[in-house]
């Protein structure tokens, strides 16, 4: 695989990335797509997928307390930061859908009018209009398979839009937070396929975003006590072994979870729900001219010394900023992204 860099947000420095199963993704997608279609087929499967997350997250370890301390220092995990006590994750899976006490490790901004990060994750933005800096259209997905080609209303309503694809990893925090406040328009799951979502498959593999099974939420923000920024469509996207996407709002920390429907109201950096072990992404979709992307977002993008997968493969600039939670990444507008 190509090496791949991330600008570390707090202090702009650039980060190597270090893949995990680095040579299975290259071995599945080189000598088994290209040799082998049905074998393919099975181990991008939802029942391979399933079993591959059974084996290698819910077996529990002759000693959980080495298993725990060598993810921890192997992934870079705080587990300080946990708000269950470490001693309760004694398994791969428990640490992987861990809970972390946010309301103190991720702090928000107070200005309603800001959208938040619903992810510990490592961002790119872009536009679907042909006249921005930041048009990146067929890029990262195909814009009518990715909200459903039925789905009219709304096709009609983010077109010409711009859109910030979250990609997590397998050390992340796996709960996502609503980026915004508003009213639960639509949601609806789009059936699909559990490929890697390794930046250097998202080049050979043509927009897989929009091909993987995927949970679609729509939101309303025009509304009373909402962030205003029109309608914000958030996108959550399996991958190989995510074999589900639990939906489990709660307005309080974790209490009380309940799953997302529509007429529900969302509060911005309340949890709303949880992948399933593996790696995997968010799409955020926004209207044309509601929101104004982060200046260092943007800046990054373009880092002509970063070493990025998509950079090697489109022949221009493009590296995500990798970011916290409930970070700000975009600010209410008029007048579109920078």
């Given at each position: ?5 991330y600008v570390n947000r707090q202090d702009s420095s650039l980060v190597d990335e270090k893949f995990c199963a680095d ?207 029109g309608l914000v469509a958030m996108i959550e996207i399996v991958a190989l072994m995510i074999g589900d996407i639990v ?17 529900m109201r969302l509060e911005r950096g309340c949890p709303k729900s949880l992948f399933r072990p593996g790696s995997s ?58």
């Open positions: 695989m190509t090496n791949h860099q040579s299975i993704v290259s071995f599945l997608y080189s000598r088994v797509r290209e040799n082998s279609g049905w074998m393919y087929r099975t181990l991008t499967s939802a029942r391979l997928t399933n079993l591959l997350a059974m084996l290698r997250f819910d077996l529990r370890p002759v000693n959980p307390n080495r298993m725990r301390l060598r993810l921890a220092r192997d992934l870079g995990l705080d587990l300080a930061e946990c708000a269950d006590p470490p001693e309760t994750l004694d398994t791969a899976r428990k640490i992987f859908e861990r809970k972390i006490c946010y309301w103190k490790c991720r702090p928000m901004s107070p200005d309603l009018s800001d959208i938040l990060s619903p992810s510990d994750a490592r961002i790119i933005v872009g536009s679907f209009q042909e006249t921005s800096t930041l048009f990146l259209k067929g890029k990262l997905f195909q814009y009518e398979e990715l909200l459903g080609e039925t789905k009219s209303e709304w096709l009609k309503a983010f077109r010409d839009g711009d859109f910030a694809v979250l990609r997590l990893t397998p050390d992340k925090y796996h709960y996502n937070h609503a980026p915004v406040s508003g009213v639960v328009k639509d949601i609806y799951e789009i059936d699909g396929v559990y490929q890697s979502c390794h930046p250097a498959v998202i080049i050979s593999q043509g927009t897989p975003y929009s091909k993987n099974r995927r949970t679609v939420t729509i939101i309303d923000t025009d509304v009373p006590g909402g962030t205003e920024t939906q489990c709002y709660s307005a309080e920390r974790y209490d009380d979870p309940s799953a997302v429907r529509p007429g992404t968010v799409v955020l979709l926004f209207q044309q001219g509601r929101v104004q992307f982060s200046r260092d977002i943007v800046r990054n993008l373009r880092r002509p010394d970063a070493q990025s997968c998509y950079s090697t493969g489109w022949g221009m600039p493009l590296t995500e900023t990798d970011i916290a939670v409930r970070s700000t990444i975009a600010h209410q507008t008029s007048g579109g992204v920078l």
